[in-house]
C-alpha cells in the first residue's frame, strides 16, 4: 500500500485552512490571557498516548490546537507580552518561511542550491547596509556574513575562530593544547559561558569582568587588568565578548576602549548585539555601535526586534578566511567543480551543522515588504512605548528605575524590599492581561517591560503601567 501523500489539490485546500487559522489566531490574540494558567502535565495529558494507526485530515488537527495547544501557550506575539526580549514574527516573513518549506531545499554547498548561497550573501549585505555596519563586513572586500540559528551559535563559531588564530592554527588539529581565556562582562550572555564549554574551554575558561556601577557596561581597565594577569601566569587570551544591548538592563560595552586593547594584544572581538543591534536600522541609534570596526565578528538577530520569525541570526566575520579555515571539512562526496574554483561560498564551512534552510527567503519578504522606513517606524515605535511607560515611572514616587533605557527595555522596581516587588510582579502576571519578566541589578530583585510587539500600542504600554500602579497600591498599603 503507497504511502496517502497529500496531492497539489488537498494542500492548496488545507493550506488556505492554516493560513485562515493563523490569521484569526493574530486577529484574536489581544483577547486572550497572555500566559496559561494550567499546571505542568495539562497539555501531555490531553494528547493519546500512542500515533494514530490511520491518517487524519487536516481539520481535525487545527480543532486540536485551538483545543488543547493554544490553551497551554505563552502568547510571545500577544501586544502585551513584555517578558525577556521580543521574538517577533510577521506576516512576511510567515510567507518567506512557508515557500522556504515548500521549497524544501540544503543550502550546504553552492552547487546545493545556487540561489540559496546567493540570495543570502546579498541578504547580509543588505542588513550591513541598513545597519550601516563598517565596511570591513561586506562579502565584496574580505569579510561577509551568514545567517545562523541564533546568537548562541554565533559567539561559538567566533570562539572557534578564535582559537584557531590564538593557537596560531594548531588548534585545527591539535585541539586544546593551552590554557586559552576568554573574557566577558559579568553581564554578559550565559551563551558565552556555554560556547567555551563546548569548545573546550570549560567555565573556568571565561574571566567575568566586572561592569560600572552605574552604566552597567564593561570596565576596559578591568579587563586589561585580567588579560595581563593571565598573560602573566602564562595563559593565552583568545576572545574578548563585548555586548551591545546586554540581557539584564541593554547596558553597551565601550567597544572603542575594548576594540583598543583587543587591537594591541592580538585578541579576536567578538561584538554580541543579538537584541539591540536592530536599533542602528535608525541613524539616531547607531551611537551604540561606536568603535565597530575593530571587531573581528558582530551579529544581531532579526528574529528579535525586526520582525523576522525565529530563527534568523546575522553574522558578520571580517575575515571570511580565518573562519572557513578554522571550520572547513572535506570529504570527497562534497567534492565539486564549483567549490573547488575558489570562485562561490559554501556555508557549510560558517556555521557547525552541514545541512542549512533557506533561511535567507523569510529575511528577503521581510526586508522587501516593510523596507527601511517600516523598519525604522517599528523599531522608533518600541523606544517611544518604553520611553512612555518611563515617564510614569518617573511621575510616581513609589517606583524607581534601575537602569538607563536607550532602547525598548525598562528596568525598574518600587522602593520596597525584593519580596514584595517579587510579589508584585506575580500578581500582575497573575492577571493573565500583561507578562513581565525579572533580573537583578546590583543585587536587587528588578523588574523588566520590554516591548517589541508591532500590534503593542500605548493602551496596552498604560494598561501594564495601571495594573503595576494598582498592585503597588494594595502591596504598599498598612
Not at 172 to 196: F, L, P
Not at 245 to 273: F, M, N, Q, R
Not at 307 to 325: K, P, Q, Y
Request: net charge negative; with cysteine; charged share 20%.
Amino acid at each position: 500500500m503507497s504511502a496517502p501523500h497529500m496531492n497539489p489539490d488537498e494542500f492548496r485546500r488545507a493550506g488556505h485552512a492554516v493560513i485562515d487559522w493563523i490569521a484569526d489566531y493574530w486577529a484574536t490574540l489581544e483577547h486572550r490571557p497572555v500566559t496559561p494558567a494550567d499546571p505542568p502535565g495539562t497539555v501531555a495529558s490531553a494528547l493519546p498516548a500512542t500515533p494514530p494507526t490511520a491518517g487524519e485530515p487536516v481539520g481535525a488537527v487545527l480543532a486540536d490546537l485551538d483545543a488543547i495547544v493554544v490553551p497551554g501557550l505563552t502568547h510571545w506575539q500577544h501586544p502585551s507580552f513584555f517578558g525577556y526580549f521580543p521574538a517577533n514574527t510577521s506576516g512576511p516573513s510567515l510567507l518567506g518561511d512557508l515557500v522556504s518549506s515548500g521549497l524544501g531545499v540544503q543550502g550546504m554547498l553552492w552547487t546545493t542550491s545556487p540561489a540559496c548561497t546567493e540570495l543570502e550573501t546579498v541578504m547580509m549585505d543588505w542588513l550591513a547596509e541598513l545597519l550601516d555596519l563598517p565596511p570591513r563586513f561586506r562579502s565584496t572586500g574580505s569579510g561577509g556574513g551568514v545567517i545562523q540559528d541564533s546568537a548562541s551559535s554565533a559567539t561559538l563559531v567566533a570562539t572557534l575562530a578564535a582559537l584557531h588564530r590564538a593557537s596560531g592554527g594548531r588548534w585545527r588539529e591539535a585541539g586544546i593544547d593551552r590554557r586559552y581565556r576568554a573574557y566577558t562582562s559579568v553581564h554578559g550572555h550565559s551563551s558565552i559561558e556555554k560556547a567555551a564549554r563546548i569548545a573546550g574551554l570549560g567555565s573556568d575558561g571565561v574571566r567575568p569582568i566586572e561592569a560600572d556601577p552605574e552604566t552597567q557596561a564593561l570596565r576596559p581597565d578591568a579587563l586589561r587588568a585580567a588579560i595581563e594577569a593571565d598573560l602573566a601566569a602564562g595563559e593565552i587570551p583568545a576572545i574578548v565578548v563585548a555586548t551591545i544591548g546586554t540581557t539584564s538592563t541593554t547596558a553597551v560595552d565601550p567597544l572603542p576602549e575594548i576594540g583598543a586593547i583587543c587591537a594591541e594584544y592580538g585578541i579576536w572581538l567578538h561584538v554580541d548585539a543579538a537584541y539591540a543591534g536592530a536599533a542602528a536600522v535608525c541613524p539616531e541609534l547607531r551611537w551604540s555601535h561606536e568603535g565597530l570596526e575593530y571587531a573581528d565578528s558582530y551579529c544581531f538577530d532579526p528574529h528579535k526586534w525586526l520582525l523576522t520569525g525565529f530563527d534568523c541570526d546575522a553574522f558578520w566575520v571580517a575575515d571570511r578566511g580565518e573562519l572557513i579555515e578554522a571550520l572547513t571539512v572535506l570529504p570527497e562526496f562534497l567534492r565539486n567543480a564549483a567549490s573547488e574554483s575558489g570562485a562561490v561560498i559554501d556555508y557549510r564551512d560558517w556555521q557547525v551543522p552541514l545541512g542549512r534552510r533557506f533561511r535567507a527567503l523569510k529575511l528577503w519578504f521581510v526586508l522587501r515588504w516593510y523596507g527601511a522606513e517600516g523598519l525604522r517606524a517599528h523599531v522608533r515605535s518600541g523606544v517611544a512605548l518604553a520611553a512612555r511607560f518611563a515617564d510614569r515611572l518617573r511621575a510616581d514616587d513609589r517606583f524607581e528605575l534601575a537602569a538607563a533605557h536607550p532602547f525598548s527595555l525598562v528596568c525598574f522596581r518600587l522602593r520596597a524590599d525584593d519580596d514584595t516587588n517579587a510579589e508584585l510582579l506575580a500578581r500582575v502576571n497573575g492577571t493573565g492581561r500583561v507578562h513581565l519578566t525579572h533580573t537583578r541589578v546590583a543585587g536587587r530583585y528588578t523588574l523588566r517591560l520590554a516591548v517589541g510587539s508591532p500590534q503593542t500600542a500605548e493602551r496596552h504600554v498604560d494598561e501594564a503601567w495601571d495594573l503595576l500602579a494598582a498592585a503597588a497600591g494594595d502591596l504598599l498599603t498598612p
